[in-house]
């Protein structure tokens, strides 16, 4: 943690105009803490659309380097959930946050007025409903955020693009176009490659907005083999309408309902021993 | 008095009913037609008119000579550098301030009072009679500004005239581009003018430069509020050229000649009652529709051609 | 939420030079802000420079003339010795050469707007738009042209009255050059009219005709009047056609076999003379540009609610 910390404050007094040195190694995780510590936890989270409160004084603790998944009917306020841990709603006029969303190791309310939300999205990444790749090059797709982030070394970005795209399960497939448009892929490619995108800047969390809902059965199947392998190198929190995606997933479950949440443990008891009626009426598929 | 009977539901009567009012479909379709092709045809009929009337003017002398008392003897080259030099200056400054000013209302702009008088403003600039702007560009750019009957008057008029338009086509193409393309962008840690330049932007520019376009093409035909700012018919010199032998190569001192354009000159000869400079007027006509015609195909293709590469 | 705002820790690729630091990006990201909205502020200054220099250069004019003589003198003579400054005149003028317009332009372009939007094949449509859109494109003085040597001798032959200038043969054209303009807005209104609008009607037996005339028609009215009434402004604000066909006489008729001025046609008559500034003469222009102004702003207000109200609808 110390030395982390270190690295970034050397390289701002450094200055700009030397090549920066960056570690790669996208295959093994950094040690920020251990597995299953609080990565995140809401804490009397409620967030307005104007007069409508779409969540209501939700608690919930997000552990590092797992994946929890967020399941419940349409309207449950799930996506709306999701997208708190990212700021997308400050892109909506008239919503308001209250409570608390603590980041940890740092400690501080990634939902506070005074935190800035583009620093918060550069350190938690979004993969959309949708595949939704730039109209560029693949290549560039994947290189867009470290761009963002000033790296301009080419051999840099191919490197970091590379191993991105291998995490993503996308290299053996795009390593001979990656000059191809990003919308000559396929589907399920295309969602790879949002998630290649994502993962490129190296985000400590990465929010998953129901991510195979517009897929196939199979590219549906890559992407949540893919999921399961990326909780070694950072924590997921999913939102899901397909209850067995949940199941096959992620290790902890939450189920939300009328913007509340209901119920909240490991995946395994939620699915064969709930203890709330409202949950086990969803899983057994009373409604939704 | 007897109850009005519904119509039979007899097979008979209902297929009368049906065929008489698909004849009237019919019909319709040929009314339709006729009305459009009746458009079409008039336009048809003024561009053969125009190059019928100044065929015998589509000469090299008639594009290389200065204005000239006899009709024989005057040509538009006055005329047609002017247009060039104007549409120069008009296309450097409404293409940049109209496109910056759609970003802000499209990208920026928060939803209020302040934000809604700029909006009815641009609105309501696009009704506003192209002479108006002449009036204003007269009482402003002439006499408060004292930049007298110039070219650089002349293209900041037309700018004014067609910053709506550059307006209006840029904030449809920005708007076209999906709401997940800019959260997208976001998501990875944008700032709001990153998402613009880096996305946004480019995959607008086919309607962007579709809209600017189509602005020039206005530009280069309009009349009115060039007359009115008192732009001259008889020119028998050229600018200034901006382009010089001696270091630093480039004068900007062409901005302050005296000018005339093609659409001037043509009104000048349309006006005189001599016949034989009808025939100048129709051949400067048959030139300036060519080129307008020209600008609108180029801005239609363009249009198409990016529709079809990028397809969300 | 202690020390919101700390720099980011590192995230490998996120050490970076002072060039990419979070602060450069938001500062630049406010400089271009302002950059922007000082873009858009030029359509503010447009609005209140046209409207600061035609109220300023009329208040001096009507110094010189009261508003009843402006609005009640059947003579507009500000150049001749006998000066008189009835707006009348010009205002009959503007308003027959709209009024031929009109006549023009709405049958027409309603019923290519019908055809387009409920007829035509989409290829066809895809096509001939784009065509028809260049009628609009055609320079005024070109139509000018048009008008005065086209027009007007076919039109002498059916009427061998006909003066060689008249407003009837300007109205034409001008309505020629609108017909896309009112075919484009109205054609816009129908199609967003619901397709279960029309399916509805389709299901009761109606053919297309019906369809088109009972059901998209009426529940495009807003827009169609709004396309009726942008038109109205434009050929109120049409100036070239005129000023080359119409002839330039001030004259209170609203016969358009007449020659007569208009508003516009009269501005452009000043211009072309050598008037100096500041003379009572030079005044009457901006005197005229601002009743062009009002007028064409009544209907561009009316046209910008009726849009509005339509697009609300659905």
Redesign the interface.
Known sequence: METTMSTAADSATTGGHEAPRIAINMDGHRETAPRNAAKARAEGLSFHYGAHRALKDINLEIPERMVTALIGPSGCGKSTFLRCF?R?HD?T?NTRYDGAIHFYPDDFNLVAKDVDP??V???I??V?Q?P????KSIFENVA??LR??GVSNRALLEEQVEAALRSAALWEEAKDRLQASA?TLSGGQQQRL?IA??LA?RPEILLFDEPTSALDPIATAKIEELIAQLRDQVTVLIVTHNMQQAARVSDFTAFMYLGELVEVGDTSRIFTNPSKKATEDYITGRYG | MATPALPSNDLQTVRRD?AS??V??QL??V???L??F???F??L??FS??VM?GSDRFTWEFVSSFPSRRAAQAGILAAWVGSSLVMLVTACTAV???V??A???EE????NWFTG??E??????A??????????A???FV?KFDLGQSIVTAGLTLA?LI??VV?VATRESLRSV?R???????????????VTK??VLP?STGGILTGMI?GL??A?????PL????ALAFIAFLPTPPLTDVAPYVSFTWLTDPFTVM?IQ??NW??RPDPAF?SN??AA?AI??GM??LM?AVA?YIRYRFRKS??W | MNEPKRPMPAGPATSVGMFASLRY??A??RV??A???A??????F??V??VA??V??SAVFFEHVTLKEFLTDPLWTPLFADAHYGIMPLVAGTLTTTFVALAVAI??GT??A???SE??PHKVRES?K??????G??????????A???VTPVLQKLLPELPGFNMLGAGIVMG?MI??FVASVSEDAMRSVPVYMREGSYAM?A????T?LRVVVPGAFSGIAAAYI?GI??A?????VV??AAGMQPNLTFDPTQPAATI?AY??QV??GDLP?GSIGYQT??AA?LV??II??L???A??FLTRKFREAY
């Open positions: 990212n997308m892109l006029p583009i620093e999205r550069m350190r990444g979004m959309f949708k939704n790749p730039f109209p867009y955020g963002l982030r919308l949002c995108r994502a800047t | 049906v009012r698909k009237r479909d319709f379709v009314v339709g037609l009305a459009l009746a458009c079409l008039s336009l009929v003024l008119k125009l009337d940049p301030v109209g910056m000013a970003i802000y209302l920026y702009a928060p939803k008088v700029i009815i403003n641009v609105t309501n600039l009704g506003v009679p192209s002479i108006v702007y002449g009036l204003l007269l009482g402003l006499y004014l910053l709506p307006i999906p997940a393309i800019r959260e997208a962008a976001y998501g990875l840690g944008a700032t709001r003018w990153e880096d996305h995959y189509l093409s206005r280069i035909g309009e009349t009115a007359i009115t700012i008192g659409p043509m009104f349309v006006s009808q007027a129709a006509g300036l529709l307008t015609l609108n239609i990028i397809n | 990006r938001k630049r990201d271009v802000e950059l922007l909205l873009c858009g502020m030029v359509a503010v447009i609005t420079a046209i220099i035609l300023s250069e049958p027409f019923t290519i019908i055809y387009l007829f035509a001939l784009p065509v028809l859109e260049l009628l494109a055609v320079p005024t003085v070109v139509y000018g042209y048009f005065l040597l086209v020629l017909v896309p037996g053919t297309r005709l019906q088109a942008l402004s434009r109120v604000g049409e100036t070239m000023s080359i516009t501005i452009v211009s072309l500034h222009i901006f540009g062009l102004m064409t702003l209907f561009n207000v046209g910008f």
